[in-house]
């Protein structure tokens, strides 16, 4: 067995008050769109596709996050390409997303506290937040969303739908089957790859989502045991904003 068909241990939980208390060293490194890259990695942004308010037309992430994808893409087999769904959000988007779980969890487990709904909740989607202190992951430009397709832009079954919120779309729960069947095995294989290749390039997984990965934030630091972060809250700079900065570079 090759590390690309290496099995997926399951994780526990992340100590969240710990890992938001983890110092970040902000790099400065700007957003990049990954709109223009070439096969083996492709850009669909899935929340601008389905919809959502204030979502992107393209995936944006920090510089060493465009280079660590390309490298896992490139581990890839031939005729496999590396998809990233979602990269750096606003802080709308965000919220958006935390609301619309939030909504559907009260729903059916209106009899939870506070606390118990938020531990549901999180599981899949972080708080809304831009504090330099703990921003939510993707607001800092390092953690994507990834999937795998064929070489003609066809989905690889990876046993759930992007941002499903059942037990499956763990990462390492179909790891758990004793017989699989031909078609989970083929999820186990699909899964496996995805995450060996991302684990090579350096980055780190959420256990409780088969797709969602981090390099340079507080997540990453916290799975990887680093001393500290390198990216915290980011934005884009609009157009307005940077030509004030260059004409005022060019008046001194």
Not at 93 to 111: C, I, K, P, W
Not at 130 to 151: F, I, N, R
Not at 222 to 227: G, R, V
Request: one cysteine or more; proline letters at 8%; glycine letters at 6%.
């Amino acid at each position: 067995m090759n590390f690309l068909s290496q099995a997926i241990l399951a994780q526990p939980e992340p100590d969240w008050p710990q890992l938001q208390a983890l110092p970040i060293a902000e790099s400065d490194e700007p957003l990049v769109p990954l709109g223009l890259v070439a096969s083996p990695l492709r850009a669909y942004p899935a929340y601008f596709h389905l919809g959502v308010p204030g979502a992107l037309s393209d995936c944006y992430v920090r510089r060493s996050v465009s280079a660590q994808l390309h490298k896992a893409a490139r581990l890839l087999p031939a005729g496999i390409e590396l998809v990233v769904l979602d990269g750096w959000r606003p802080l709308m988007v965000q919220q958006y997303l935390f609301n619309t779980l939030s909504a559907a969890m009260r729903e059916h487990y209106g009899d939870d506290s506070e606390a118990e709904l938020l531990t549901r909740i999180r599981h899949f989607v972080a708080p809304p937040s831009s504090e330099p202190e703990a921003p939510s992951p993707h607001l800092t430009g390092g953690s994507v969303d990834v999937t795998l397709c064929d070489g003609e832009g066809n989905w690889l079954d990876m046993g759930t739908e992007f941002d499903d919120i059942s037990p499956w779309s763990y990462s390492a729960a179909f790891e758990a089957i004793g017989k699989p069947s031909p078609r989970e095995a083929y999820v186990i294989e699909n899964r496996r790859l995805l995450h060996s290749v991302m684990k090579h390039a350096g980055f780190t997984n959420l256990a409780s989502e088969w797709w969602h990965f981090d390099y340079g934030n507080q997540s990453w630091a916290w799975h990887s045991q680093a001393a500290e972060a390198q990216f915290g809250a980011v934005s884009l700079v609009p157009l307005g904003q940077r030509w004030l900065r260059q004409v005022a570079n060019f008046v001194q």
